[in-house]
């Protein structure tokens, strides 16, 4: 089984509806992230969270929310979907020893 | 300026050559130097970090140069499973966070 999940793989969705993608791992990291990926841009963070108690803005936090339910668990939402959020969503972690991040499989978000 | 810059390619590389990419940086205080391999609509991974006296793992091979804000991969006897988006990626003084380019696509070709 996959260390790192993410689900949905894939999601077709409205302007305006709310979205929320879901993140679980295994690997008992206390270190969760978001990122989103567009075609020929690097990957950016848009919120992370360093244990259940603590969310953090990244680089492009604006229109997304999150929620770390748990120490395996950080979701992430997009109250009011707009076609500039489509993009390649990938969840990571880390932990506390370490700088390496381990991915999912990402999400791919249409929202027309 | 970007924090990150990469050439995009693609490097175009004939099986079993040799071919070399760069990475320059803007942020002079980054700590930890990475490159995450990723396949196409697959997600990033490690493939080494890079310190500052160079490594090597294999057919790849790292360098820094922190005078000049660069990192370098180099890919010895290519196969065609080399084909991939190398990342180049940057870590700050603490906090785990990475600042990823956008990427340089090698494609190996028999």
């Known amino acids: 089984d996959a260390d790192v999940t993410q689900t949905p793989r894939n999601r077709i969705t409205k302007t305006g509806k709310r979205i929320m993608l879901e993140c679980s791992q295994t690997?008992?990291?206390?270190?969760m992230y978001w990122y989103r990926q567009d075609p020929g841009l690097g990957l950016r963070l848009i919120y992370y969270s360093f244990d259940v108690k603590d969310i953090n803005k990244g680089e492009i936090s604006d229109g997304y929310s999150v929620s770390r339910q748990a120490q395996a668990k950080f979701s992430l939402s997009l109250e009011s979907a707009i076609p500039n959020q489509t993009a390649l969503y990938f969840c990571?972690?880390?932990?506390?020893?370490?700088?390496?991040?381990?991915f999912g499989p990402g999400t791919r978000l249409t929202v027309l | 300026r970007k924090e990150v810059e990469q050439d995009p390619g693609p490097f175009n590389v004939p099986e079993g050559a040799t071919v070399a990419f760069n990475c320059t940086y803007s942020?002079?205080?980054?700590?930890?130097f990475f490159w995450y391999r990723q396949d196409c609509r697959k997600e990033p991974k490690l493939l080494m970090s890079v310190y500052s006296s160079g490594n090597e793992d294999g057919r790849f091979t790292a360098q820094l140069n922190r005078a000049s804000q660069y990192i370098s991969l180099l890919i010895r006897d290519s196969k065609l499973s080399d084909s991939a988006t190398y990342l180049c990626v940057l870590g700050e003084a603490a906090g785990n966070k990475l600042t990823f380019g956008g990427g340089t696509r090698v494609l190996v070709k028999p």
């Open positions: 942020n002079s205080a980054s700590q930890s």
């Open positions: 690997k008992g990291h206390d270190r």
């Open positions: 990571a972690t880390s932990d506390l020893r370490s700088d390496t991040q381990y």
